[in-house]
Antibody
Framework: EVQLLESGGGLVQPGGSLRLSCAAS????????MSWVRQAPGKGLEWVSG????????YYADSVKGRFTISRDNSKNTLYLQMNSLKAEDTAVYYC????????????WGQGTLVTVSS | EIVLTQSPDFQSVTPKEKVTITCRAS??????LHWYQQKPDQSPKLLIK???QSVSGVPSRFSGSGSGTDFTLTINSLEAEDAAAYYC?????????FGGGTKVEIK
C-alpha cells in the first residue's frame, strides 16, 4: 500500500525558513516523480513544485521560484521542500503527491502538513 | 500558463440526481486532464485520469469526457457520500495548474 507521510510544518515568522519532509513507502520511490501541492485555508489547490524520479528534472511555480527548493533522497525514500523567505501568502496545507513522470496525474497524496507564516 | 476554468463553483443537489461539472482549458491540452475529489478535512483523491479513464476503486457512477479544451465530470445518481469539492488538473505543460474547484452539497 502506498503511503506518503508529510512532516515539518509549523508556525514561522515572515522571512523565516522551514523544511518539509515526505516519507514514502509501499512503492519503488526512485521510479516515480513527486510533487508538492498546497492549499491555503478555504481555498483551492495550487501546484508548488515537481521532481523526477532521479532528481534530474525539477520544476517550480513562479510564486515560489528562487525561494523554495525541492529535493529527494532516494536512499531514504524521502522527498523534501526547503522553504526560505517565507511570506504570509505561503500559509497553507502542503501535500506531497506521487505521479509517474513529472507531468502526470497525481495518483496518491499524503495527509498534508500545515505551514503558518505569521508574526 | 494554462488556465482551467471550472463551472459551477457550487452546486446543491438531491440524492440520485445527476451532476455535471465542466472544466475549460485556456489552450488545448489533449487528454492531459484529471479529476480529483476532496472531502472535508481530507486530502484529494484521484477520481478520473486522462480525461475519461477510470481509476481503480472509484465507483462507476463517476465518469469523465472531453478532449482539447472542454472537459466534463459526471456523477450519475449522486449519493450522500459524494459531498465534496471537485478539482480538474492539467498535466500537459508546466506550470501544472488546477481549476478553482466545484463544491457539491447534498440537499
Amino acid at each position: 500500500e502506498v503511503q506518503l507521510l508529510e512532516s515539518g510544518g509549523g508556525l514561522v515568522q515572515p522571512g523565516g525558513s522551514l523544511r518539509l519532509s515526505c516519507a514514502a513507502s509501499g512503492f519503488t520511490f526512485s521510479g516515480y516523480a513527486m510533487s508538492w501541492v498546497r492549499q491555503a485555508p478555504g481555498k483551492g489547490l495550487e501546484w508548488v513544485s515537481g521532481i523526477s524520479g532521479s532528481g534530474g528534472s525539477i520544476y517550480y511555480a513562479d510564486s515560489v521560484k528562487g525561494r523554495f527548493t525541492i529535493s529527494r533522497d532516494n536512499s531514504k525514500n524521502t522527498l523534501y521542500l526547503q522553504m526560505n523567505s517565507l511570506k504570509a501568502e505561503d500559509t497553507a496545507v502542503y501535500y506531497c503527491a506521487k505521479g509517474v513522470v513529472t507531468l502526470d496525474k497525481l495518483d496518491h497524496w499524503g495527509q498534508g502538513t500545515l505551514v503558518t507564516v505569521s508574526s | 500558463e494554462i488556465v482551467l476554468t471550472q463551472s459551477p463553483d457550487f452546486q446543491s443537489v438531491t440524492p440520485k440526481e445527476k451532476v455535471t461539472i465542466t472544466c475549460r482549458a485556456s489552450q488545448t491540452i489533449g487528454s492531459s486532464l484529471h479529476w480529483y475529489q476532496q472531502k472535508p478535512d481530507q486530502s484529494p483523491k484521484l477520481l478520473i485520469k486522462d480525461a475519461s479513464q477510470s481509476v481503480s476503486g472509484v465507483p462507476s457512477r463517476f465518469s469523465g469526457s472531453g478532449s482539447g479544451t472542454d472537459f466534463t465530470l459526471t456523477i450519475n445518481s449522486l449519493e450522500a457520500e459524494d459531498a465534496a469539492a471537485y478539482y480538474c488538473h492539467q498535466s500537459s505543460s508546466f506550470p501544472v495548474t488546477f481549476g478553482g474547484g466545484t463544491k457539491v452539497e447534498i440537499k
